[in-house]
């Protein structure tokens, strides 16, 4: 699976901005997908995920309420609305794939089979 993540940019506190993940390859629906991200000087962390049918889905606790998951298995693409960001969401998004038997989402990093290369995302105050 190769993933492509666009839409970063520069955006300021309570605006708005959605980040879009375009997968390539094997069966997008067989997978299942989240959202990370990375401060500079600081590890990559979780932001949220989805399962492959779009039915479960699961948030850090900074992000809950301001960002939402979503994902269009026919456009083999997976979203990510952030509405009201703040400076400290200031970071490199990466999107990334876990191929699962199961319809459920996956929050731990090192599980995850495919990465993409990250969209930048500034959020001015």
């Known amino acids: 699976v190769q993933l492509q993540a666009s839409g970063g940019g520069l955006v300021q506190t309570g605006g708005s901005l959605r980040l879009s993940c375009a997968a390539s390859?094997?069966?997008?629906?067989?997978?299942?997908m989240g959202w990370f991200r990375q401060a500079p000087g600081k590890e990559r962390e979780f932001v949220t995920a989805?399962?492959?049918?779009?039915?479960?889905?699961y948030y850090t606790d900074s992000v809950k309420g301001r960002f939402t998951i979503s994902r269009d298995n026919a456009k083999k693409t997976v979203y990510l609305q952030m509405n009201s960001p703040k400076p400290e969401d200031t970071a490199v998004y990466y999107c990334?794939?876990?191929?699962?038997?199961?319809?459920?989402?996956?929050?731990?990093?090192?599980?995850?089979?495919?990465w993409g290369q990250g969209t930048q995302v500034t959020v001015s105050s």
């Open positions: 989805i399962s492959w049918s779009g039915g479960s889905t």
């Open positions: 390859g094997r069966t997008f629906s067989d997978y299942s």
């Open positions: 990334a794939a876990k191929f699962c038997s199961g319809d459920y989402y996956i929050q731990y990093r090192d599980l995850y089979d495919y």
